[in-house]
């Protein structure tokens, strides 16, 4: 068991933000990674939706004999994380919620500015964290829709891409934030123009560092971590077009892959073709 893969999905590319940290942490470990790139984004579709998505793309990796899962993916988790945990009860399943209260603890301000989805800011499990942490500071929640397709498309640094960001960063630097959460996995993509254009004074903070830390110890905890010689491999797996993710992934993260498609149908996701990595 502790020989099997990790399994990481995402609605698309965004998971990459992840799987590049749990790689770094965990350099022993192989990983399956699905993006479910014919249904992204998922920030803007109903919470039935995302739950069968993510139920059906568990049921893959799963059946690929995964031992833990990552739902790299902070929409997803805020809405699919209890339905996937009571489905496959055996299994680690870890989420992503938005770091607030490290925000909480850094601002100066007493401002914390929080980017993520329409569906990310109505779960039940941002709600929770910012009622639990931020009681004492005040949190401008900016809804950032269009932001997860320009990663997407590779649209990562010019005029356009900075054009977006700064109507996104406006508010938040209008109510005085000094700390920014990036509250969805695609958006660490485009940290470094958000750096730039909000200067060295603004913490941003992505979760992706944190969540590999914490799988790290709940796979040592649960006897489940490959031996330190043990070669990874790593499978990634796509339900739209695997020759444009495999030029994502490469643009991204730097891996050489071939990817495998996948299809949805009303059920499971079935594999279409299939290449080694």
Known sequence: MSGAPIGIFDSGVGGLSVWRQIVHCLPAESTHYVADQAHVPYGNRSAVEIQEYCLAIAEHLVSEGCKA?????????AVALEPLRQRFPQLPILGLEPAVKPAV??????VVGVMATPATFQGQ???ATV???ASAVTVVEQVCIGLADLVEQGDLEGPHCDAALQRFLAPMLAAGAD?????????PFVIEAIRRLVGPSM???DPAPAVAKHLADVLRQGALLAKSSAVAEHRFFTSAD????????ARLVGAQCSSEALIWRPGPLLRLASAPV
């Open 69 to 77: 899962i990552v739902v790299a993916c902070n929409t997803a988790s």
């Open 105 to 110: 603890q850094l601002t100066r301000s007493g």
């Open 125 to 127: 499990l941002y709600r």
């Open 131 to 133: 009622g639990r942490t």
């Open 179 to 187: 700390t920014i959460v990036l509250g969805c996995t695609h958006y």
């Open 203 to 205: 913490a941003v903070l």
């Open 242 to 249: 695997p020759e444009a993710f495999d030029r994502a992934v």
